[in-house]
């Protein structure tokens, strides 16, 4: 069974400040890792993909990937309260076009 | 953008209908997928397909059946609804991915469908 993990949270952290969600997956061969947004009785949007170790950056996000470590996670610099979601981080293995979800990490932003 | 879209947001059935969630991408998508979402359990797969008349089972199957007769549109069929099918129901859709393997093929979401099975 292809895992993977993330903290639920909730994860408080004040205007301002960087979140870090994280999260595990199981399956060494793993070739992409997403990170989805989630508001609240709304449906995901993809705000991150990373395909190769290191970190790739798009404005106040940062995801970081490393394979060795079987991990990948998501930084939010300069974090606004329109940031208060649940991120999904999901991965899609090697072996076909089946991703698999983790359960979400729940952020709340407090100004 | 890549529009997938839902034919209801909201949808309250009694336990024993048939039920149909219908989907719909505008983007040529091969893979297209239906998930449930539940409180503390995430998204789980039920069943998704990879090309017209082609599907495959995802991790909880039972109690649903799809449909995919033309390559924008996939359907959601609950045989006989239950009580514990009341959830989330979210459609995506992918292209497939190049090379060897099949990565960087991104998901969008539709807006999802809130069934309520009383």
């Known amino acids: 069974q292809k895992e993977v993990e993330q903290n639920s949270g909730p994860l408080s952290v004040p205007e301002g400040a960087i979140a870090s969600l994280n999260c595990t997956y199981s399956d060494r061969g793993s070739q992409s890792f997403f990170w989805y947004r989630q508001y609240s009785g709304k449906s995901p949007e993809l705000i991150m993909s990373?395909?190769?170790?290191g970190d790739k950056e798009d404005g106040r996000f940062t995801a970081q990937l490393n394979k060795a470590s079987q991990y990948v996670s998501l930084l939010i610099r300069d974090s606004q309260p329109s940031d208060s979601a649940t991120y999904l981080c999901a991965v899609n293995f090697y072996t076909g076009n089946q991703f698999y979800f983790g359960t979400g990490t729940s952020l709340t932003v407090i100004p | 953008d890549v529009k997938v879209t839902q034919s209801s947001r909201y949808l309250v059935k009694r336990t024993g209908e048939k039920v149909f969630l219908e989907c719909v991408q505008d983007m040529d998508h091969e893979n297209m997928f239906w998930y449930r979402q539940d409180p503390g359990l995430g998204l789980r797969l039920i069943y998704f397909s990879y090309d017209v008349k082609m599907k495959e089972k995802g991790d909880i199957p039972e109690g649903y059946s799809v449909s995919r007769e033309k390559k924008e549109r996939f359907s959601l069929i609950l045989e006989s609804a239950s009580t514990n099918q009341t959830s989330m129901y979210l459609c995506a859709s992918s292209p497939p991915g190049t090379g060897g393997w099949r990565a960087k093929n991104i998901q969008y979401f539709g807006a999802g469908t809130r069934l309520s099975v009383l």
């Open positions: 990373i395909y190769s170790n």
